[in-house]
């Protein structure tokens, strides 16, 4: 039986459903950053015993506003993981949505430990952080950025693996001269099994939230932060009158909604839910909106797409053509992409919709099969898994 720890950063749900499965059949540690404020998974005690939930970092100040700060709490907290690897001693780690600092920690901590390291790349934390620091202190931000990209280059290259979610990530590693052959696209998931396709929306969960059970509804769920543009919404509403938007999220996004005295009334905002109401959140929506900036495109891929296949609604998707969400919903035909500058034709497929309810149906069934061909854990599970196995029997050549 392998010991090993899956490092979720952010603490979302998907990691925590690979865990439970790992853990049928090795102990697992899954650990998160207890302050981090995103979406979260349910943390509920395990029934088995071979799943340990752990909540690091939970003194340590959370604040994206403070941009510098941030990099002396991601040292310390990357000193916390450090410190919990050398007393578990795992054989694998996987480590993803980490800040670089708090990445090389648990980097150093796995090769003292001699366990295999494989970092989980959700997006460049190097091209993140430039794009952040181009648009709030852009006379240093080159320089900052090349720091970086140093140090997430000499990470990724001193890993023992890479699972990528996006094939254009292999773009960006094949100019850093990472080898292929280190490298595993796996692409994120939705909860399939905790997100059901209801046909009829919670009346109680409507009206205890002020919410019209006789309106069409576009639902926004998840992170609304720096490279998703809640002007967008507000452009929606203004122009839909007739509908109800219903956001529910967290970020820099979703805090200039609230504090906008203008706000048209057909928005509806809530803060981010527990994920055991996520299923009934989803499931009041007639349509799906999800976004990306073109710049952040490059290095990120819009993950609430995944849980809104599995609730099987129509999604509407603001991102480049090339983005890996725009690909999936073309696969899917679960919805449609529009480029970020074209308002006006994202705004008249809402108008189709709002029109076509056969068109809705046949565009829900289409995600949710997606969803059921797609994010079934076991088979997910078995690709890791696979990853596992080659890098023990590499070591044990060595």
Request: glycine content about 4%.
């Amino acid at each position: 039986m392998l010991k090993i720890v899956v490092h979720d950063y952010a603490g979302h749900p998907f990691p925590l459903t690979l865990s439970r499965q790992l853990s049928l059949t090795n102990k697992v540690y899954h650990l998160y950053f207890g302050n981090d404020y995103g979406p979260k998974a349910d943390f509920k005690n395990s029934e088995n015993k071979n799943l340990n939930i752990e909540s690091l970092g939970t003194s340590i100040p959370y604040n994206k506003d403070n941009f510098f700060m941030r990099f002396f709490n991601d040292f310390k907290y990357g000193s916390i993981v450090a410190k919990r690897i050398d007393e578990i001693k795992p054989n694998i780690i996987i480590s993803g949505q980490c800040p670089t600092f708090a990445q090389q920690k648990i980097l150093n901590a796995s090769k003292k430990n001699n366990s295999k390291f494989i970092i989980w790349i959700q997006d460049f934390y190097s091209i993140a952080v430039h794009y952040i620091l181009k648009r709030k202190f852009w006379y240093f931000a080159i320089i900052v950025s090349l720091f970086f990209k140093f140090y997430e280059k000499k990470q990724v290259k001193s890993s023992d693996h890479l699972i990528i979610i996006s094939k254009e990530f292999f773009t960006q590693l094949e100019t850093w001269k990472v080898n292929k052959d280190n490298i595993t696209y796996i692409p994120n998931w939705g909860n399939v099994d905790h997100i059901s396709n209801e046909t009829s929306k919670d009346l109680k969960f409507l009206h205890s939230n002020f919410l019209d059970s006789k309106k069409f509804r576009l639902v926004y769920s998840g992170t609304l932060a720096l490279k998703h543009d809640p002007n967008l919404i507000l452009n929606i509403a203004k122009a839909n009158l007739d509908i109800e938007i219903l956001v529910v999220a967290t970020g820099t996004g979703y805090k200039k909604l609230k504090e906008n005295r203008y706000l048209p009334n057909n928005i509806k905002l809530l803060p981010i839910q527990p994920f055991h109401r996520l299923n009934t959140i989803l499931n009041s929506a007639d349509i799906f909106l999800a976004m990306i900036s073109e710049d952040a495109s490059k290095f990120s891929v819009p993950s609430k797409i995944l849980n809104y296949f599995c609730a099987g609604k129509p999604i509407i998707l603001s991102a480049p053509v090339n983005n890996l969400a725009s690909q999936m919903i073309l696969e899917s035909k679960a919805g449609k992409t529009f480029d970020p500058k074209n308002f006006n034709d994202l705004k008249n497929f809402i108008d189709i919709l709002k029109k076509d309810a056969k068109l809705r149906s046949q565009m829900s069934h289409f995600g949710r099969s997606y969803a059921e061909k797609n994010f079934d854990i076991r088979m997910i599970s078995k690709k890791f898994e696979n990853i596992f196995d080659d890098l023990l029997i590499e070591g044990n050549k060595k």
